[in-house]
């Protein structure tokens, strides 16, 4: 038997041990998409290095192990979880708390903010809520080649849904922080859905943590409706440990003149793979994706970026950085898809990376795919050091030596950072960014949850 | 102050300084001349620590001590500053964090506390006036999208910043128009003690107008070949510096 099977077969195995346990808390609706989806994922398996866009990720580490199923945590284990409160001193947000992929038993299982915004778990709303979860659930992911967002769709657990009626801007930051802690080595998948409707606006965080040292698998979908002329954001801060692998799928539909932005912070982890995907369908969409991988020891992390551009004159821009030391590796791979009839196009993408070490390792590959001739593409892509001149400028001035590095790294990620519109946010990100790249931040050591 | 004897040093094998000897003494402004390419920048490189360029031969001793041996960061310390031909642009640090970190490493090295943030901010204040530098670069990052001019005036400010013993301005005139060279000649000027000293090199004699040397050095093919008093910078001025190469060449 080929290892493709066999690692797929451990996975429909999985499948079929546990669907019955699965699909009960589920409603009909979702459970409608499992069949479907189990048979897509026989047929695409979990992909190999042979697949074009996984090409500089090894998943064999974690998908050939054998994980237990998440079983719904009890009262007490959110509870506990809970006891992990954000230490953003000037962030005021509206917090989630999501237990090894679970929406807690312990809040109301939906609850309503200010402007009629509705929050909670993605169980309960696809029954509250059928219509809205009907229209949107299971729609952005399709025709996607990748087996494990079939995984998912078959296999997911819950989640968190949220719903932004027309109009309504949120000011503070709604902030979902996933906790993943167990006596067991868990692969957990959870789905989440995010509808902006017309004219709204959020900023939404996603913050994901292990919280024990147990061998962990990840594999997320979220996605996303931004609705005309509004705005969304979402960032994600990623700190788990090396035992952990985080695998998250981002789909993120616009229609016209609406106004995305993504933002990927991997501060650790032991293989991270982010795929966001930008769907530009409506004239005048923009969006901007942005990434900052910081990596050592034997860490992976791998972005992919898919902007399609599908309507006239829609603006997209990547710009992903990253700091490798150690035999840390990286990947990125940024796909720019213009239609024919996405006239006026104007798209623009960036990855620069910093090596700090000969064993460190980066692949970055630009892929630009345009069929439309009024068009405004860039890209450019770098792999080198930290730049000697600047490094002798800042000593020249009575810096010392490690002191000018760090400043160097910091100067490169800042880069990023600056693009968080959450000025708390973007300060907190800095101290972060410094603490990780002073090698002061292990796992879960403070990120956005204090270990309680 | 500093004593630089029979220096010589290579870069990748090439010879650069042949045998430089120069004295600069406490409340002196030297100027060092030459044509491109005659070891003018190599020299400020050795000078400041530059880890690419190899001394051979020769010895510096700045206020006594061997300055060979210590690393860039404390030549900066020890009162040392190096003007750059070209300033380096750093994207993402700010000039406000690269300056504090600068000052409080030399307070440091000083054995004095670190500034206060509003003692801080109150000095940068100061500098600024003093050297007439817009205040919204200090709000950048260190020289990201400045002009040439603003380039060289924040090498100015850092240097008001850090009030060095010893000031190398390394042709801090080049590609400066007449208002920024007046400029950043006034703050230098302003900044003059008569316990520091400054070695400005130079291509041309105009910054000259402006700073007045004490002494005068032409630098030619790794080697002083001409001290004189300011006397000489206007001799090349009229002269070009082909004289020099035939006297070099005829003896």
Redesign the interface.
């Known amino acids: 038997m080929s290892s493709k099977e066999e690692r797929s077969e451990r996975y429909l195995n999985f499948y079929k041990e546990n669907i019955k346990r699965i699909s009960e808390s589920s409603s009909p609706f979702i459970n409608s998409f499992r069949e479907s989806a189990i048979a897509k994922f026989s047929q695409l398996g979990i992909p190999t290095r042979k697949n074009e866009s996984y090409r500089y990720t090894n998943l064999d580490t974690f998908f050939n192990h054998d994980f237990k199923n998440y079983f719904m945590p009890s009262e007490e284990d959110f509870i506990k979880a809970e006891e992990f409160r954000c230490d953003v001193t000037d962030l005021d947000a509206h917090g989630v708390v999501l237990l090894n992929g679970f929406y807690p038993v312990i809040d109301d299982k939906l609850r309503e903010l200010p402007g009629g915004i509705w929050i909670g778990s993605m169980n309960e709303a696809s029954v509250k809520f059928a219509d809205k979860v009907e229209k949107h659930y299971g729609k952005y992911v399709n025709g996607n080649s990748d087996g494990l967002v079939h995984l998912n769709t078959a296999m997911a657990s819950d989640g968190v849904f949220i719903w932004v009626p027309e109009g309504v801007v949120l000011k503070k930051p709604i902030q979902i922080v996933n906790l993943v802690q167990s006596d067991e080595d868990i692969f957990n998948q959870h789905r989440n859905l995010i509808v902006v409707e017309k004219n709204a606006d959020i900023t939404l965080i996603i913050c994901d943590h292990t919280l024990s040292p147990q061998k962990f698998l990840t594999n997320a979908v979220t996605e996303v409706f931004v609705g005309e002329n509004a705005h969304f954001d979402i960032m994600r801060v990623q700190n788990e440990h090396n035992n952990a692998a985080k695998i998250t799928h981002t789909f993120i539909h616009q229609e016209r003149n609406s106004c995305a932005s993504s933002n990927n912070i991997t501060l650790h982890g032991g293989l991270v793979r982010n795929s966001t995907h930008h769907y530009l369908g409506g004239e005048g969409a923009e969006c901007n994706s942005y990434g900052l991988y910081l990596a050592d020891k034997f860490q992976h992390v791998d972005n992919f970026v898919n902007v399609d551009h599908a309507f006239p004159n829609c603006t997209s821009n990547q710009l992903f950085k990253g700091v490798l030391d150690d035999m840390a590796t990286g990947a990125f791979n940024g796909r720019i898809y213009v239609h024919k009839d996405a006239q006026g196009t104007m798209a623009y993408q960036k990855n620069n990376n910093i090596l700090l070490t000969d064993d460190a390792k980066m692949d970055t590959k630009p892929q630009l795919e345009i069929y439309a001739d009024d068009v405004k593409c860039s890209h450019g892509a770098t792999v080198g050091q930290l730049?000697d001149?600047?490094l002798?400028?800042?000593?020249?001035?009575?810096?010392?030596?490690r002191?000018?590095r760090l400043?160097?790294m910091?100067?490169?990620?800042?880069?990023v950072i600056?693009n968080i519109k959450v000025e708390a946010l973007q300060e907190r990100m800095d101290n972060l960014v410094m603490q990780r790249l002073k090698g002061e931040l292990s796992r879960c050591a403070s990120c956005m949850v204090k270990c309680g | 102050m500093l004593v630089i004897d029979n220096l010589k040093a290579e870069i990748e094998g090439k010879k650069i300084l042949k045998g430089i000897s120069l004295q600069v003494k406490e409340g002196e402004v030297h100027a060092i001349m030459g044509p491109n390419g005659s070891g003018k920048s190599t020299l400020a490189a050795v000078l400041a620590g530059r880890e690419f360029v190899e001394v051979t031969e020769g010895t510096v001793t700045y206020m006594g001590k061997d300055l060979l041996e210590m690393p860039a960061e404390d030549r900066s310390r020890a009162g040392i500053f190096l003007g750059f031909q070209y300033p380096i642009e750093i994207p993402g640090v700010s000039m406000v964090n690269f300056m504090k970190t600068a000052v409080n490493e030399h307070r440091k090295y000083k054995g004095l506390e670190p500034l206060s943030a509003s003692d801080f901010l109150k000095l940068m204040r100061e500098k600024k006036e003093l050297v007439e530098i817009d205040s919204k670069l200090a709000n950048r990052s260190v020289n990201e999208g400045f002009s040439g001019g603003e380039k060289k005036k924040n090498e100015i400010f850092q240097m008001a910043m850090l009030e060095p013993r010893l000031a190398i301005l390394d042709e801090t005139d080049s590609g400066l128009d007449i208002d920024a060279l007046r400029i950043v000649a006034n703050g230098v000027n302003k900044l003059k003690r008569p316990d520091n000293s400054a070695i400005i090199i130079t291509h041309y004699q105009r910054l000259l107008d402006y700073i007045v040397p004490d002494v005068v050095h032409v630098l030619y093919d790794g080697k002083i070949v001409k001290t004189a008093g300011k006397e000489l910078a206007l001799e090349l001025e009229e002269k070009g510096y082909e004289w020099i190469r035939k006297e070099v060449d005829e003896s």
């Open positions: 730049d001149n600047a002798f400028y800042l000593r020249s001035r009575g810096i010392e030596k002191q000018a400043m160097l910091f100067g490169f990620a800042h880069e600056q």
